[in-house]
């Protein structure tokens, strides 16, 4: 046919190897690889360029916020390209991005990000919860895209700068926080899958309420078999913009039956994984009385969530007498292991399921007290209020270190 | 704590339900839910706004393109939202995307897209190759994402159009083509999960060369274990932008060790799935001299590939008789069935593995001559040119479908 006329061997791939990298000045060996890489400027904070917002917005009353929906004056935006590094850091009004159509986080969705919120004490001033938790988990995100990667403190100095310049849109009202989205996207301009040549990281704030404004209403989950969130050897141990947009068709499904959340269960065993897109907990009594703590383990599939880890840490300290929790059990066991439905039955009608929850960044405590499964209806015990006997004493701790009520090292002050 | 002085319940799932959207006048049951969703208008092909480039580009050599780096001066945007359906398509001058940094796109990976070719015959005439396969796609994976759908005819009309404008483009070298990608993205302004509000769907196109330009170079495999491409109840199965971004990294790491491409392997019995971003074909000769040409099943894990139709439909037609391919043996058998490790190495230890090859858009077919398998390279035969016995036929007749040598249905007119 044609091959005669064809004398250049054109293979996409060969964009994918570092080779091309190598003229620059400074290389440093790729830790998973070996390869040489570049050795390219990381975040510099004190490079960041402010450009204030000539049009502020007045802060609209906390009681008409909706989550997500309003954005404060002032968004961070750091460009990453493969030759020079990471770039100037601008802090800059909120306002829409100039992508090009070719940018691939369009294309193969390169995106991953975090969600932290900021909190308003008593004394107005104004606190991160566990910043570097999240600093951390975006650098393993972005390892996992093979997306650029960074430094997680130089990258929070500039997260507190921008709250501090939009600090008025932290709002006072009890239980509100300041939603923080640090999100990063591939933006090389070209359809080839691969590593991008060209990344933006941008920080986006919202103004919310509580998750549960009258009160901790039990959520209904729905057993999904049909669908999965994520598998063994993919990407549901980081947080990925991947892992949320096929979740939403679930959904809608489980809504239509009437349903809150999808219950993400894993094999043929049905192992509860996670609930609609929090971490979640499983409470057991045993014979002897002993209270047992459940979460699945961090096998892969799991996020490690940073509300996950602070009830992990908080029932532990309970346990080892680091600091006792009002309310707890003495007889504590606070366990990291699977969880099947057959077990959940078992105790259920054995009357040994003490509660079950999920929990994540948004709602913190999220109680369930229903779950649709295999045609039927699994009750789930709920306290008065929504709350069970093991999450109360552990969320009243848990806002309390969030707002600065309780002193702790999770809290990190942002305005003096 | 703050718990008295919240009034109002602020769930972000009531934003998920359809029931917003009953104001408009029209509406229909959602075939999925029996919920009542709006009917808004489609797509309208007529109603297209015509924006000239007024600073048109040359197209640049055919010898220097790389894939997906050029553009050309042209591109079809069509704006959605929930309220008012599909909006006026525009065609106008390639440039940037203006998109909210709230965007669910950026956030949440809600895209999806296709990828086809326009081909120039000798006479000049422009075509494309069985798009009604691509509208038909895209339309299965808009659904999988909760993302509008549309009218399959009408976008490929507006598609037809704008490769008109741009027909200067569509190269006229021998094995090059003119890459057409539609994408379709979320977004709406608000970092909630759920489907969009709003909506955008664009095509963009870049004339392309030859995937293999010196001959078919084969392609080493590294079957992968760590990783997994797709799994039961994901999205296997649709064009999203959440199958391609995970695989980069897999990717990086197996050209570290030598090898081009990942082959997915399914499950403890290592079935063989897809091949980097393509579907795959073994060939299998058996003891009585039948030859047995293989591909996995659409399974929910497989993309359902344009061309791994068409090998499948040629191989078919030479069975049936309905048009014999020369150099096909008689004695074929074409399945789509499971095949796993232990069965490809029993084949290569037998002397009865004929070949193996992907099969995609981009390369069109990509011989296999290695995999690196569990510590040791399983060596895969290989015809003198690359390509082996049952692939060259199929691919002769298909590049003349393509562009036009052999006339059949699968060529579809665009210009005249």
């Known amino acids: 046919m044609f091959l005669h006329a064809l004398r250049r061997q054109r293979i996409p791939l060969a964009r994918w190897s570092p080779a091309r990298f190598i003229a620059t000045k400074n290389v440093i060996s790729d830790p998973m690889t070996g390869e040489l890489m570049p050795s390219t400027p990381d975040i510099q904070p004190h490079r960041v360029e402010i450009l204030r917002n000539a049009n502020p917005a007045t802060p609209p009353p906390a009681h008409t916020l909706v989550f997500g929906h309003t954005f404060t004056d002032h968004m961070l935006a750091i460009p990453w390209d493969a030759v020079s590094g990471w770039g100037t850091p601008e802090i800059k009004p909120y306002?829409?991005?100039?992508?090009?159509?070719?940018?691939?986080?369009?294309?193969?969705?390169?995106?991953?990000?975090?969600g932290m919120k900021a909190y308003r004490a008593e004394d107005g001033k104004v606190s991160l919860f566990r910043p570097d938790m999240n600093m951390k988990?975006?650098?393993?995100?972005?390892r996992r895209l093979a997306l650029p990667t960074f430094n997680g403190e130089a990258l929070l100095d500039l997260i507190k700068h921008l709250i501090r310049i939009d600090q008025h849109w932290v709002p006072k009202e009890p239980g509100h926080s300041l939603y923080v989205r640090p999100t990063l996207i591939g933006t090389q301009k070209a359809i080839g899958?691969?590593?991008?040549?060209?990344?933006?990281?941008?920080?986006?704030m919202s103004p919310v309420g509580p998750y549960y404004a009258s009160g901790f209403k039990p959520v209904s989950l729905y057993g999904t078999?049909?669908?999965?969130?994520?598998?063994?050897?993919?990407t549901g141990a980081y947080k990925l913009g991947v892992n949320?947009?096929?979740?939403?068709?679930?959904?809608?499904?489980?809504?239509a039956l009437g349903y809150s959340q999808n219950l993400w269960l894993h094999g043929p065993e049905?192992?509860?994984?996670?609930?609609?897109?929090?971490?979640?907990f499983v409470v057991f009594s045993k014979d002897d009385g002993t209270i047992e703590l459940v979460t699945p383990p961090l096998d892969g599939m799991i996020l490690p969530g940073v509300t996950r880890d602070s009830v992990l840490t908080l029932a532990r300290e309970h346990v080892s007498g680091k600091k006792r929790l009002q309310g707890l059990p003495d007889k504590l066991i606070v366990s990291e292991r699977t969880v099947t439905m057959k077990e959940v039955?078992?105790?259920?009608?054995?009357?040994?399921?003490?509660?079950?929850?999920?929990?994540?960044?948004?709602?913190?405590?999220?109680?369930?007290?229903?779950?649709?499964?295999?045609?039927?209806?699994v009750l789930i015990p709920t306290g008065e209020d929504g709350m069970g006997q093991i999450s109360r004493p552990v969320w009243v701790e848990l806002i309390g270190r969030q707002w600065g009520t309780i002193p702790s090292e999770w809290s990190v002050p942002v305005t003096e």
Chains 1, 2 share one sequence.
């Open 95 to 114: 306002g829409p991005l100039q992508l090009e159509p070719s940018s691939t986080v369009l294309h193969y969705a390169q995106t991953i990000f975090e």
């Open 137 to 142: 988990r975006f650098n393993s995100s972005a």
């Open 193 to 204: 899958v691969g590593p991008p040549n060209e990344a933006l990281l941008f920080v986006i």
């Open 225 to 234: 078999t049909e669908y999965v969130r994520a598998a063994p050897g993919g």
């Open 244 to 255: 949320y947009a096929p979740g939403v068709l679930p959904q809608k499904s489980v809504a």
């Open 270 to 280: 049905h192992e509860l994984t996670e609930v609609g897109t929090m971490n979640m």
């Open 345 to 377: 039955k078992a105790a259920v009608a054995a009357g040994q399921l003490v509660e079950m929850f999920g929990a994540g960044t948004a709602a913190v405590i999220s109680p369930v007290d229903r779950i649709g499964y295999m045609g039927e209806d």
